[in-house]
């Protein structure tokens, strides 16, 4: 039987969710449909009646939280972050997950990236936020540098943290102020992000300073900070890797359906080519 599912959001042009979960969906014969369903905040009411007769739906910017109040229940990883990004539709129960932790932790297993060490930051809005708790529950020594408008965001993350992990090592400087050596860089901040292309958030005397690099944007394929991390011998691993990891986990959510590495990294490469042939 030909099972629907949805991804909900603002503004979904340049969205590769259909393609990404086309593939997922084919590699396990599913039969499916996949659907984007663009509305506003003010909107959602009207929509959430139908996208929860769906099997399934993905969220997307603006709608992770306000969609909560049309569930019936949250996995553990929703309430942690009061964010959900799937939804799944068992029997009628509408229970939200975010997969956007999965992505994140996953993408960085499968490259040799480890978060028990010293990890440096770069932002600490949105994604950002997660990162950093994640950061400090697997017992890293996280260092978050932010713009220093941002520095009373950047504490109330740090506050959010010690609530979580009440031991956990955090410190919070500006960019001109990242001082020593770090096992992992990872940046969620925008800067680099297309069409902004030759933007890097940091200089090279900081990226020389660290052993692993995890870049949250995608688009492009390889950003400034990536190709310079690179050319210094440093393993460098883009954002698509996230994005395809957490639509992973929203099959396995609905499904029970499971992937292989090499199965998931072919479909990251063709993404990856699709973002450099759409955005030359």
Same mark, same amino acid.
């Given at each position: 039987?030909?099972?629907?599912?949805?991804?909900?959001?603002?503004?979904?042009?340049?969205?590769?969710?259909?393609?990404?979960?086309?593939?997922?969906?084919?590699?396990?014969?599913? !039969?499916?449909?996949?659907?984007?369903?663009?509305?506003?905040?003010?909107?959602?009411?009207?929509?959430?009646?139908?996208?929860?007769?769906?099997?399934?739906?993905?969220?997307?910017?603006?709608?992770?939280?306000?969609?909560?109040?049309?569930?019936?229940?949250?996995?553990?990883?929703?309430?942690?972050?009061?964010?959900?990004?799937?939804?799944?539709?068992?029997?009628?129960?509408?229970?939200?997950?975010?997969?956007?932790?999965?992505?994140?932790?996953?993408?960085?297993?499968?490259?040799?990236?480890?978060?028990?060490?010293?990890?440096?930051?770069?932002?600490?809005?949105?994604?950002?936020?997660?990162?950093?708790?994640?950061?400090?529950?697997?017992?890293?020594?996280?260092?978050?540098?932010?713009?220093?408008?941002?520095?009373?965001?950047?504490?109330?993350?740090?506050? !959010?943290?010690?609530?979580?992990?009440?031991?956990?090592?955090?410190?919070?400087?500006?960019?001109?102020?990242?001082?020593?050596?770090?096992?992992?860089?990872?940046?969620?901040?925008?800067?680099?992000?297309?069409?902004?292309?030759?933007?890097?958030?940091?200089?090279?005397?900081?990226?020389?300073?660290?052993?692993?690099?995890?870049?949250?944007?995608?688009?492009?394929?390889?950003?400034?900070?990536?190709?310079?991390?690179?050319?210094?011998?440093?393993?460098?691993?883009?954002?698509?890797?996230?994005?395809?990891?957490?639509?992973?986990?929203?099959?396995?959510?609905?499904?029970?359906?499971?992937?292989?590495?090499?199965?998931?990294?072919?479909?990251?490469?063709?993404?990856?080519?699709?973002?450099?042939?759409?955005?030359?």
């Amino acid at each position: 039987m030909k099972r629907k599912y949805a991804l909900l959001g603002g503004t979904l042009k340049h969205t590769l969710s259909p393609p990404i979960h086309a593939r997922l969906f084919e590699l396990r014969d599913r !039969d499916y449909e996949y659907e984007l369903v663009e509305c506003s905040p003010e909107e959602l009411a009207d929509k959430a009646e139908y996208l929860n007769s769906l099997s399934g739906y993905n969220i997307t910017i603006p709608h992770k939280i306000g969609i909560i109040d049309y569930l019936d229940e949250l996995d553990d990883t929703a309430k942690k972050y009061n964010s959900v990004n799937c939804v799944d539709n068992k029997n009628g129960i509408l229970t939200g997950y975010n997969t956007d932790v999965d992505g994140f932790l996953r993408s960085l297993s499968a490259n040799g990236g480890k978060l028990d060490g010293k990890v440096l930051l770069l932002g600490a809005g949105g994604v950002g936020r997660m990162m950093a708790i994640e950061t400090c529950c697997a017992g890293g020594d996280l260092t978050i540098a932010i713009l220093p408008d941002f520095m009373p965001q950047a504490e109330i993350v740090r506050q !959010d943290i010690l609530k979580l992990c009440p031991y956990a090592k955090v410190d919070i400087v500006t960019f001109d102020a990242i001082d020593g050596d770090f096992d992992v860089l990872i940046n969620a901040t925008p800067v680099g992000m297309y069409p902004n292309c030759d933007a890097c958030v940091v200089g090279d005397e900081v990226i020389s300073r660290v052993k692993f690099v995890f870049d949250a944007i995608y688009n492009p394929r390889e950003t400034k900070l990536m190709q310079k991390a690179k050319a210094m011998g440093i393993t460098a691993v883009g954002g698509m890797a996230m994005l395809v990891w957490q639509a992973v986990s929203a099959h396995e959510i609905w499904d029970g359906d499971s992937y292989t590495d090499d199965e998931v990294q072919k479909i990251i490469d063709e993404m990856e080519l699709r973002v450099s042939q759409d955005f030359k």
